[in-house]
C-alpha cells in the first residue's frame, strides 16, 4: 500500500515540482551564459544529435511552412482558455505537460490565432499566467510559450525578464518578438540585448535591429558582424544597414572601423547569406 501511495504522488505531481526554474538558473549565471539548460537531458532524452542553444529555431525558422490547424493546436488553445477563464492548478498540470512535448517553435502562432477564437477570457489572467511561465517553468517549451503570451501586452515592466532570457541563445528569438510587440523603444532595448549576446541569439537580434542611429550603425560595422556562428549570416545585412561604404570613404577609419570592415568583407567574399528578408 505505501508503495501504491508513492506511485501516485510522484504520478500527480506537476513537472516542474523540485526542480530549478529556467530563469532562476540563467539569471544566477550572470552575463556568462554558457549555453547549457537543466532540461538539457529530458529535452534531448532519445534524439541522435544535439544542437547548440537556438540552433534548432535559427536553423527552421526562416524555412517553416504555412501552419495548419491541428487537433494538437485546438486542444493546447482549449486548455489555455480553461485557464485563463478559471484558473486551476489541476489545468495547470494539463497545460504545461502538452506544452512541453510540443513543437512550439512551429505552432505558437496558430495557438494564438485559435485562442484569439474563444470566448471569455481575461487580458489580465493571460498576463498572469505569462508571467508565471516566463518565471518558473523548469522546461523551455513552457518558457518560451509565456514569452510569446507576454509579446501581446505593453509590456516595458517586464523588460529585465526579458532581456535576462534573451541573454540565451535558446530564448532571444523569442524576447526579440516579444520585446517588439510590447515596448515603445524597443529598437533601442533589442540594441541593448545585441551587445550581450552571441551565436544564434545575436543573429536572430541583429536581422531585426534598425540602424536608427549612427550609434547603431557604428556597432554594425565594428561589433555587429563577429559572431561564434558563421560570420556569413550577419556580414551582408552589417555592410548593408552600418553603410559600410559610406564609412569606408571617409578620409581616416579607426582601428575597431578597420577590423569590423575586414570581418565583414572576408564573410562576404565567403558567401555572405542576406537573411534579412523573412518569411
Request: aromatic share 8%; glycine share 8%; proline share 3%.
Amino acid at each position: 500500500m505505501k508503495t501504491m501511495v508513492l506511485f501516485f504522488n510522484k504520478a500527480v505531481r506537476p513537472l516542474w515540482e523540485g526542480k530549478t526554474s529556467i530563469y532562476s538558473y540563467i539569471r544566477e549565471q550572470g552575463e556568462s551564459v554558457d549555453g547549457s539548460l537543466p532540461d538539457d537531458e529530458e529535452f534531448w532524452s532519445g534524439s541522435k544529435m544535439r544542437w547548440v542553444a537556438g540552433g534548432l529555431d535559427g536553423a527552421f525558422g526562416h524555412h517553416a511552412g504555412p501552419g495548419k490547424m491541428t487537433d494538437e493546436v485546438q486542444e493546447l488553445a482549449r486548455l489555455l482558455a480553461k485557464q485563463f477563464r478559471k484558473p486551476k492548478n489541476s489545468t495547470r498540470k494539463a497545460l504545461y505537460a502538452k506544452l512541453v512535448k510540443a513543437d512550439i517553435g512551429g505552432m505558437i502562432d496558430d495557438i494564438l490565432d485559435e485562442l484569439r477564437k474563444q470566448p471569455g477570457i481575461q487580458p489580465g489572467a493571460i498576463f498572469h499566467e505569462a508571467k508565471w511561465m516566463v518565471e518558473n517553468a523548469a522546461h523551455r517549451n513552457v518558457v518560451k510559450f509565456g514569452i510569446a503570451l507576454l509579446g501581446l501586452f505593453q509590456n516595458e515592466q517586464m523588460k529585465e525578464l526579458l532581456l535576462t532570457l534573451g541573454r540565451h541563445d535558446e530564448f532571444t528569438l523569442y524576447a526579440a518578438v516579444a520585446i517588439q510587440n510590447g515596448m515603445e523603444d524597443s529598437n533601442q532595448v533589442l540594441f541593448e540585448l545585441a551587445k550581450r549576446v552571441h551565436g544564434w541569439g545575436k543573429i536572430h537580434i541583429v536581422e531585426r535591429l534598425e540602424p536608427a542611429s549612427q550609434e547603431i550603425k557604428d556597432w554594425l560595422l565594428r561589433q555587429g558582424c563577429q559572431n561564434s556562428v558563421m560570420n556569413e549570416y550577419l556580414a551582408c545585412i552589417c555592410a548593408r544597414n552600418g553603410d559600410l561604404r559610406e564609412a569606408l570613404s571617409a578620409d581616416q577609419i579607426d582601428s575597431a572601423l578597420f577590423d569590423g570592415a575586414t570581418d565583414i568583407i572576408e564573410a562576404l567574399l565567403n558567401g555572405g547569406m542576406d537573411r534579412s528578408v523573412k518569411n
